[in-house]
């Protein structure tokens, strides 16, 4: 990234925290862990496209500057202004989410141990898309298992951002001006010999005893 391009992402992404925390008071509740600049994994629920800005804009700068959200390849390369606000403002981590880019030559998840290697934190959707349905969380994918069992000492930190599905509504481009919050929980690790289905439930299990309680209902 040239100079004048860094300086301009700088200051997007100052725009974009700014915007949020005006239009919505978004405001992060630390309730599992304190808010130290450690390297983890967040992982959090999915319902907007709203979701990622807001839990990035609720965080400390100094924590804000090293995470970076896990994000799909085929949405922010779409066109030129998604491919600078993506790439460059929120250093997103891309993964190619085609079938037919999953090979023995190309590990979408290579991508992702890299960046945890480079010593970044990282934030995750683990139900892998938008949840449109009237359940709290659809079905976690692999990754995230896969992730704690490479990286064992990093933290998993379940996430959980509310009220965002009313301020922005499907369809919608402009935020309404709504409280939101967005819920830090205690760290979670991969047990000694857990399973892929038994690790991936505790983990939703853990999300979801975030949510307000007419979530969970």
Same mark, same amino acid.
């Not at 997007?12 to 600049?37: C, H, K, M, S, Y």
């Not at 992982?43 to 995470?67: E, G, K, L, Q, T």
């Not at 000694?192 to 939703?204: C, I, N, T, W």
């Given at each position: 990234?040239?100079?004048?391009?860094?300086?301009?992402?700088?200051?997007?992404?100052?725009?974009?925290? &700014?915007?949020?925390?005006?239009?919505?008071?978004?405001?992060?509740?630390?309730? $599992?862990?304190?808010?130290?600049?450690?390297?983890?994994?967040?992982?959090?629920?999915?319902?907007?496209?709203?979701?990622? %800005?807001?839990?990035?804009?609720?965080?400390? %700068?100094?924590?804000?500057?090293?995470?970076?959200?896990?994000?799909?390849?085929?949405?922010?390369?779409?066109?030129? &202004?998604?491919?600078?606000?993506?790439?460059?403002?929120?250093?997103?981590?891309?993964?190619?989410?085609?079938?037919?880019?999953?090979?023995?030559?190309?590990?979408?998840?290579?991508?992702?141990?890299?960046?945890?290697?480079?010593?970044?934190?990282?934030?995750?959707? @683990?139900?892998?898309?938008?949840?449109?349905?009237?359940? @709290? /969380?659809?079905?976690?994918?692999? $990754? /995230?298992?896969?992730?704690?069992?490479?990286? %064992?000492?990093?933290?998993?930190?379940?996430?959980?951002?509310?009220?965002?599905?009313?301020?922005? @509504?499907? $369809?919608?481009?402009? %935020? &309404?001006? /709504?409280?939101?919050?967005?819920?830090?929980?205690?760290? /979670?690790?991969?047990?000694? $010999?857990?399973?892929?289905?038994?690790?991936?439930?505790?983990?939703?299990?853990? &999300?979801?005893?975030?949510?307000?309680?007419?979530?969970?209902?």
């Amino acid at each position: 990234m040239t100079l004048p391009r860094k300086f301009a992402a700088k200051i997007v992404g100052q725009a974009i925290a &700014l915007f949020a925390r005006f239009i919505t008071a978004v405001r992060a509740d630390w309730q $599992g862990i304190e808010p130290v600049n450690k390297q983890r994994v967040y992982f959090a629920n999915h319902v907007s496209n709203a979701d990622m %800005p807001m839990i990035w804009s609720c965080m400390p %700068p100094n924590i804000r500057r090293n995470v970076r959200p896990v994000a799909a390849a085929d949405y922010w390369l779409k066109n030129k &202004l998604r491919a600078f606000v993506g790439p460059e403002v929120f250093n997103c981590v891309l993964v190619d989410r085609r079938p037919e880019a999953r090979d023995e030559n190309h590990d979408p998840m290579q991508n992702i141990l890299d960046a945890l290697d480079a010593g970044s934190s990282l934030l995750i959707f @683990p139900e892998g898309h938008r949840n449109m349905t009237e359940d @709290p /969380l659809l079905p976690f994918k692999a $990754g /995230l298992f896969n992730m704690g069992l490479a990286r %064992p000492d990093v933290d998993l930190v379940p996430t959980w951002i509310a009220n965002v599905t009313e301020i922005m @509504p499907k $369809g919608e481009v402009i %935020p &309404l001006p /709504l409280i939101c919050t967005v819920t830090f929980g205690a760290p /979670l690790h991969v047990g000694d $010999g857990e399973s892929k289905d038994a690790f991936l439930q505790r983990a939703s299990d853990a &999300l979801v005893g975030l949510a307000p309680k007419d979530v969970r209902l």
